[in-house]
């Protein structure tokens, strides 16, 4: 018996002693039945059964090439994004089949096979097209919407080649550590061959570029959230096993995937803007709760498309080669810009749209203010706890320790009394300032005092650009400077906290805090603040798709959340007032 001897080769699908073979047949018998050929002639010759065998979930062709593995792959790939084409669901719920479905399938293929990053590219492309059609957004704008985190604007979703890498890191992980010293003497030999590799990607070679990013990670592990020093555990790695060095590994991969995208959108003129404000800015809820049962497709394709300034506007369909030019259809600016119709349109403005959207806001606000301070005000005890003494944090020798007592909530500017009166103020119906605090013509927005404490909070809401947040906080702290000092001088206690919602859907940090100030429960206020989110969102998408009517009559119809049921109140009737005991 004479069997030809195999020829190693390498990844490229060059022998790696220069020497080629072919398959050969020796028509073996075991008790008179022939042995099966690696070759079945009875089957197509175009597919991949015909000419390879499968190797501990690898397919191994006779030529130890890939390209039937990899026409196979793009094949099942094209069939599944395919299946979720034709589900019948809206495209939000396509990006969740994507990212738990399609995504899934490729990563066993991607482990065990030595596919090139062009391959995945290529994936990656035809799923971009449909990714863009399924989220809403418009077919040139920046694939880094899709992929980016959710903190910096983006939905979050595996990219193809992203995951490829992952992937192919996971297998370089688990190779170099593995427990038989043959396959690691192997990995590290070809680890040197291809880390001379300048233009080519591969897992070896990226392994090696983050094992000391890795190692400095886990040696100097950073904490950049106001927690208590050592309150995240997991930032902590004394003594890392294989599995956490992987984990490791795999999320600093992610990190530098993520710094080349956000370094790519600043340097875009148009669609990168957002990276300007971010910081001053809360992200829009896009949470795969909010997708699926939230405002809607069109709510978050209106969303998705403003934060990289690409939703159909005069400008941009100039731009597009569409239009001749960019006049503004109301008040004929030469430059009607996103930001130009959802803040800056004098003909909105006197028409009284802007201000529709700011007592929508206002409305959603007054209902959770009136909620809470009617929770206060039926407290019959005003309880203010002291500093808990040093000694209570330590147990004597032999005595157990002692059972906790519930957590108290945070102490707010609402919590020392129980006679909180609430004022707003509507643009169909202004308030007065109350006069026996201060004669003034200031018509703050929200107007809270108690007699009890002798304090009087007022709030002053605004919805402008996000790119104007800063500016819009700074505005109304020096508006409202004189009133706040000529309170103070009196017998009463004045604050001014500002609430700032951007016109796009992002809520101002100071909004939060604001809120938190109140004393309203961190997930009180959490909520409060994704449904101004959402309530802004709708208003502003109103608002655009009038960009080109004259015509408005919904200054009287507020938008309200679906979240909760709000009372009967609307910008035609006076505002609610809500009194304490006096």
Known sequence: MALKTFDLKSANGRNLNGTSYSPFDPNLTIAGEKIKFIINAALDPNSLQYDHFKELGRYISVDLKENKVKREV???????????????????????LYQHFVVSRLSWAFLVHDFCLTFAIELEDLATKRLKIWSGLYRSADVGTLYRRREHLGLQLTSISSHYKHMQVVKACLLSTSQDPLIQEIFHRKQQRVSVFTRQWSGPKALNELAPIVDHHIRFAGQTSHAGLGSRKETYLARPNLSELRAKTGQILGELEEEKRVNHSSLLAQQGVWTHYREDVQPFDLSWNNLIYGPGPKIISFVLNSQIN???T????????????SNCPLCSHTKCTLHHILVNCKFALDQGRYNWRHDSVLL???????????????????TSPGPKALYHNFVRAGQSRPPTLPKQPKEGLLTRANDWNLLVDYENNKIVFPPHIYPTSERPDIVIWSRMSRKVILLELTCCAEEGVKAAQLRKQVRYHELVENINATNWNASLLTIEVGARGLIGNGTFRAFTKLGLPPQTTTSLCKTLSVVVARCSYAICLAQDSTAWSHNKDLVSADSFSLPDTSATQPPTETKGSE
């Open 364 to 382: 959603n606000i007054e209902c959770k203010l009136q909620k809470f301070i009617f929770e206060i005000n039926q407290r019959k005890t005003l």
């Open 74 to 96: 793009r094949k099942r790939f094209l069939d599944d994004m395919e299946k979720v084409e034709t589900s019948g669901v809206n495209g939000l719920c396509k990006l969740f």
């Open 310 to 312: 690409s939703v159909k």
């Open 314 to 325: 005069p400008d941009m369909m100039r731009l597009w080669g569409y239009i001749p030019n």
